[in-house]
């Protein structure tokens, strides 16, 4: 198999050494000759994570899905006095603003048309 662009530029301007024990196969680039390449020494991860990092993690995921939840609370929860008094006073104040916010934009077509009739 040819060589690419890469692998004869790599032989033009990096030439291996005489004494090397390792010879590139001609299929692919994957060492050959039963010699293991030399890893950095650094220590394979086992997985865990430090007490900080769990924190860190616990603290990202609150922050993540804490907006979330409230914005689906709110939007499940009774607007009124008769709602329950397990609720927040902001999720009850958050509920009772979207329902309002909902009325107004299901009766702006309405209200548009009631000044546009007026203008004319």
């Not at 030439?15 to 196969?25: G, V």
Request: hydrophobic share 35%; charged share 25%.
């Amino acid at each position: 198999m040819a060589q690419s662009k890469l692998e004869r530029f790599r032989d033009s301007h990096f030439p291996p050494d005489d004494d090397e024990a390792f010879h590139r196969s001609s299929e692919r680039s994957v060492l050959s000759g039963g010699i293991t390449p030399v890893r950095s020494g650094k220590p394979p991860r086992d997985g865990r994570r430090s007490v900080l990092g769990r924190a860190y993690f616990g603290l990202k995921l609150i922050g993540t899905l804490g907006p979330l939840a409230f914005l689906l609370l709110s939007a499940v929860a009774e607007c009124g006095p008769s709602s329950s008094s397990l609720l927040p006073d902001v999720l009850k104040a958050s509920a009772c603003a979207r329902r309002d916010l909902t009325r107004h934009v299901w009766s702006i077509e309405n209200t548009l048309k009631t000044v546009s009739d007026r203008l004319h």
